[in-house]
């Protein structure tokens, strides 16, 4: 979902400058390609707003789009103070997040993974298999403003070596997790 960025998402891989002022409130755990990885999902109060790392938002509703609820969560690999790597979960949704929804033009769930930030290579979903993740939710409560999640995911991300190209299917892995974290409404 590259359309939709938040400017948390931005702050936090903007890197230690700004990251410094975002606090943690969750993590993911992550097995990669023989690697155990240990994500921070953050947020911040700034003028006033909580800017979240992990958000419940809506997409659609326009003519011809149905309007879904989406479930994004970017986690930062944090290495002495720095955020050296991010990882980015997202799930589509009616009224659960366990329960996927797909959207007109939006994949139900996706996993990407930037071990450098934003600078390639990056691992992101098989272009012939587009919706290969799956979620199973332990626990779910969003009240509309904040909330809490805990879950488990798996998928198969591949390689992506320049941003804008599709990821090439013939250099895939296996990638899965769990992850708990506080939620908030996504800032518009």
């Keep these: 979902m590259k359309t939709h960025i938040f400017s948390a998402l931005l702050v936090v891989m903007a890197g230690p400058a700004f990251a410094q002022g975002f606090e943690p409130i969750g993590e993911i755990r992550v097995t990669f390609h023989g690697e155990e990885l240990v994500f921070e999902t953050q947020?911040?109060?700034?003028?006033?707003?909580?800017?979240?790392?992990?958000?419940?938002?809506t997409l659609g509703?326009?003519?011809?789009?149905?309007?879904?609820?989406?479930?994004?969560?970017?986690?930062?690999?944090?290495?002495?103070?720095?955020?050296?790597?991010?990882?980015?979960?997202?799930?589509?949704?009616?009224?659960?997040?366990?329960?996927?929804?797909?959207?007109?033009?939006?994949?139900?769930?996706?996993?990407?993974?930037?071990?450098?930030?934003?600078?390639?290579?990056?691992?992101?979903?098989?272009?012939?298999?587009?919706?290969?993740?799956?979620?199973?939710?332990?626990?779910y409560y969003f009240d509309g403003e904040t909330g809490m999640i805990q879950a488990r995911f798996s998928?198969?991300?591949?390689?992506?070596?320049?941003?804008?190209?599709?990821?090439?299917?013939?250099?895939c892995h296996e990638i899965s997790g769990s992850f708990e974290t506080q939620l908030h409404k996504e800032q518009d």
């Design 61 to 139: 509703g326009s003519p011809g789009l149905p309007l879904v609820n989406v479930l994004q969560i970017t986690g930062a690999l944090v290495v002495d103070g720095r955020t050296v790597g991010t990882l980015h979960l997202t799930q589509n949704f009616d009224e659960h997040p366990q329960d996927g929804t797909n959207a007109a033009v939006w994949q139900s769930a996706s996993v990407s993974y930037f071990p450098n930030r934003s600078t390639p290579p990056m691992w992101e979903m098989n272009p012939e298999q587009r919706s290969n993740v799956t979620y199973e939710v332990d626990s």
């Design 43 to 57: 947020a911040a109060e700034i003028d006033g707003e909580t800017m979240s790392s992990a958000t419940v938002g």
């Design 155 to 171: 998928g198969e991300i591949c390689r992506v070596d320049q941003p804008g190209y599709e990821a090439d299917p013939t250099d």
